[in-house]
């Protein structure tokens, strides 16, 4: 279910969710870019002699730099053996990868990339909360429907100040995800500041299994169909498309596509959904590499519902594959966009393994939509926005689903 797919040469690609990488460890689903082969290889520039010297003389003045202070440490350093070789490369790596300041562009030792390739695996038990680092503080991008973080009433843009007491602050990412991780039925308290709160409040989660269907239907009496898209992983395309050969049966007079609290996933399923909703060979979204020239995906096929009136709800945890999809449809005013600003990745990662065990995701891309839009750091603007108000969220009423509803009704 959480695989991704493997593009040869040992590397990886992701459009993924807009979580630094060891989210996967609080209970979300590795993204990838799907099935591009190699065409994000690594780019290299050619430069003229001169630069190359240039560079070539700056490099060697740092790596001085770099070993000076190496044979200080050991020579010096009042507890010699405290830190093996292995784990100071690893460190000074993790260095140079952070100086680039891309929460997505990350370093990765051989047990971190052993951790990531068994949860992507679907061995998945925590929270159920995906996550970002901004401004160097761990934030939730979104709880993942009907995951624990969701039930404990965690929302999009939350900051985690503490993990059972300690400052999340104090501690490296990933050792950050290990302490929010656990085993299903233990427990975890975070202390969580939240907008247009005074002070933070904390927070008592039971850990659990994370098992989300990635589409769920309903049909109302009016004979709108409500279709959940939860995830985009492996299986969407196949649960979508089983949704939809299911409603068209009934004649539906409007639909609905729920994308709100969905952090993204696989590129290629957001195009495969898209391929039902718009006619074959239709600009999808385009991805523009350094050194390479702009590659349009398109639309391949399957357009099944081209005609049904359709409405996308979105909110600020809606990311990635999700604002793909989205930002197809508003673009090519397929249908409408409603809810609320959507969170705003437009980035694609690549990973790369190493002999060692090590591994780096990398960002090697951005994406935009059909009309040349980029939704990063901005989001999408929602056609009709709609609130969804805390009195809403403590009484349980999905004021903007309604909303959905009720606009597609007054169509007929």
């Given at each position: 279910?959480?695989?991704?797919?493997?593009?040869?040469?040992?590397?990886?690609?992701?459009?993924?969710?807009v979580?630094?990488?060891?989210?996967?460890?609080?209970?979300?689903?590795?993204?990838?870019?799907?099935?591009?082969?190699?065409?994000?290889?690594?780019?290299?520039?050619?430069?003229?002699?001169?630069?190359?010297?240039?560079?070539t003389?700056?490099?060697d003045?740092?790596?001085n730099?770099?070993?000076?202070?190496?044979?200080k440490?050991?020579?010096?350093?009042v507890?010699?053996?405290k830190?093996?070789?292995?784990?100071?490369i690893?460190?000074?790596?993790?260095?140079?990868?952070?100086?680039?300041?891309?929460?997505?562009?990350?370093?990765?030792?051989?047990?971190?990339?052993?951790e990531?390739?068994?949860?992507?695996?679907g061995?998945?038990?925590?929270?159920?909360?995906?996550?970002?680092?901004?401004?160097?503080?761990?934030?939730?991008?979104?709880?993942m429907?009907?995951s624990?973080?969701?039930?404990?009433?965690?929302?999009?843009?939350?900051?985690i100040?503490?993990?059972?007491?300690?400052?999340?602050?104090?501690?490296?990412?990933?050792?950050?995800?290990?302490a929010?991780?656990?085993?299903?039925?233990?427990?975890?308290?975070?202390?969580?500041?939240?907008?247009?709160?005074d002070?933070?409040?904390?927070?008592?989660?039971?850990?659990?299994?994370?098992?989300?269907?990635?589409?769920?239907?309903?049909?109302?009496?009016?004979g709108?169909?409500?279709?959940?898209?939860?995830?985009?992983?492996?299986?969407?395309?196949?649960?979508?498309?089983k949704a939809?050969?299911?409603?068209?049966?009934?004649e539906?007079?409007?639909?609905?596509?729920?994308l709100?609290?969905?952090?993204?996933?696989?590129l290629?399923s957001?195009?495969?959904?898209?391929?039902?909703?718009?006619?074959?060979?239709?600009?999808?979204?385009?991805?523009?590499?350094?050194?390479?020239?702009?590659?349009m995906?398109?639309?391949?096929?399957?357009?099944?519902?081209?005609?049904?009136?359709?409405?996308?709800?979105?909110?600020?945890?809606?990311?990635?594959a999700?604002?793909?999809?989205?930002?197809?449809?508003?673009?090519?005013?397929?249908?409408?966009?409603m809810?609320?600003?959507?969170?705003?990745?437009?980035?694609?990662q690549?990973?790369d393994?190493f002999?060692?065990?090590?591994?780096?995701?990398?960002t090697?891309?951005?994406?935009?939509?059909?009309?040349?839009?980029?939704?990063?750091?901005?989001?999408?603007?929602?056609d009709?926005?709609?609130?969804?108000?805390?009195?809403?969220?403590k009484?349980?009423?999905?004021?903007?689903?309604?909303?959905?509803?009720?606009?597609?009704?007054?169509l007929?």
């Amino acid at each position: 279910m959480y695989e991704m797919e493997n593009t040869g040469s040992g590397k990886k690609i992701f459009i993924g969710s807009v979580i630094a990488v060891f989210s996967f460890l609080v209970g979300w689903q590795a993204s990838s870019f799907g099935l591009l082969g190699d065409v994000f290889g690594t780019t290299k520039t050619s430069d003229s002699v001169e630069e190359s010297q240039k560079k070539t003389d700056v490099h060697d003045e740092n790596l001085n730099l770099f070993w000076s202070i190496w044979d200080k440490l050991d020579k010096e350093y009042v507890d010699k053996d405290k830190v093996a070789s292995e784990d100071k490369i690893y460190g000074a790596i993790k260095g140079l990868v952070a100086s680039f300041d891309d929460p997505y562009t990350v370093f990765m030792t051989p047990k971190e990339s052993k951790e990531f390739s068994e949860n992507i695996d679907g061995k998945l038990e925590g929270i159920g909360a995906e996550l970002t680092v901004e401004d160097k503080l761990l934030k939730i991008v979104t709880p993942m429907k009907g995951s624990p973080s969701e039930k404990a009433g965690l929302l999009p843009g939350d900051i985690i100040y503490k993990i059972d007491g300690k400052p999340a602050n104090n501690m490296s990412l990933f050792d950050a995800i290990m302490a929010i991780r656990g085993k299903k039925g233990t427990g975890v308290t975070l202390t969580i500041g939240r907008k247009n709160l005074d002070k933070p409040f904390d927070v008592s989660i039971i850990r659990d299994s994370i098992e989300i269907d990635s589409v769920t239907m309903e049909r109302t009496k009016s004979g709108i169909v409500y279709l959940s898209v939860n995830q985009f992983n492996g299986k969407t395309n196949e649960q979508f498309g089983k949704a939809v050969s299911e409603m068209i049966l009934n004649e539906p007079k409007g639909l609905v596509i729920d994308l709100r609290y969905n952090g993204g996933g696989y590129l290629d399923s957001a195009v495969e959904l898209l391929s039902y909703l718009l006619p074959t060979d239709t600009n999808a979204v385009e991805i523009r590499q350094r050194g390479k020239e702009n590659d349009m995906m398109k639309t391949n096929g399957n357009p099944k519902i081209t005609k049904v009136p359709l409405v996308v709800l979105v909110n600020e945890g809606s990311a990635s594959a999700s604002e793909i999809l989205a930002g197809a449809i508003q673009d090519l005013k397929r249908g409408i966009i409603m809810g609320t600003k959507t969170y705003g990745k437009g980035s694609v990662q690549e990973v790369d393994s190493f002999p060692d065990g090590s591994s780096i995701r990398l960002t090697i891309a951005k994406w935009f939509t059909p009309n040349g839009r980029t939704v990063n750091h901005v989001g999408l603007t929602p056609d009709i926005v709609v609130e969804l108000k805390d009195e809403d969220l403590k009484n349980k009423k999905d004021t903007q689903k309604e909303a959905a509803i009720k606009y597609l009704e007054e169509l007929h």
